[in-house]
């Protein structure tokens, strides 16, 4: 599987068990951290929420959401079971600026500032495979964002997990009726 990668989406602390703990979190990580093993799919690469304290869509700042993963917290690191597979280089930060919503991950930016798109393309990665949280939001944009650009997205339905079921339900429709492949 040269052409494939994998992108784990917002496997945070504040997004499992934490202010924004999404349903079904854990069994999200154990089953992408068994589906890395059992598939040994390489490279993999990570997309991390990273909010400043005052980020706009906060409560405190009228926005939707409780405080999470704020920069130099516990809630923004990666789940201790998936954090040895990350690497500076294939990390994509996003929601940085105190302005912007960024739910896809593909806008993120690793370290050196370049794009997910840019870093696929140079490791002529065509097919890209998704695990995340949460299905409605970062997932759902994300994987919208990698099919417009040209790859093919196939999302795991067993290393998902969601703000809301029916909103879970809805946006896994959405994405096949895009053509993602939900498996
Ligand atoms: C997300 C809510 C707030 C996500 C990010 O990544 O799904 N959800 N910020
Ligand atoms: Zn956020």
């Not at 339905?157 to 879970?168: I, P, R, S, Y």
Request: charged content about 25%; overall charge negative; proline content about 4%.
């Amino acid at each position: 599987m040269k052409d494939t990668a994998l992108v784990v989406v917002d496997m945070l602390y504040d997004f499992i068990d934490g202010s924004l703990a999404c349903q079904g979190a854990d069994e999200a990580v154990k089953n992408t951290r068994d589906y890395i093993e059992q598939s040994k799919i390489y490279p993999i690469l990570f997309v991390r929420d990273h909010h400043p304290a005052n980020h706009s869509s906060f409560f405190a700042q009228g926005g939707p959401w409780p405080p999470h993963c704020v920069q130099g917290t516990h809630g923004a690191d990666i789940h201790v079971d998936l954090a040895p597979y990350a690497s500076d280089d294939l990390t994509f930060f996003k929601g940085e600026d105190v302005d912007v919503e960024q739910y896809s991950g593909f806008e993120g930016l690793n370290p050196a500032g370049q794009s997910m798109r840019e870093v696929l393309e140079l490791m002529e990665i065509s097919t890209v495979v998704i695990c995340g949280i949460a299905t409605e939001f970062c997932v759902f944009n994300t994987s919208r964002d990698l099919l417009g650009a040209g790859f093919k997205v196939i999302v795991k339905k067993d290393c998902l997990a969601w703000v809301d079921a029916e909103g879970h339900v809805k946006a896994l429709k959405g994405m096949e009726a895009l053509g993602i492949r939900v498996e």
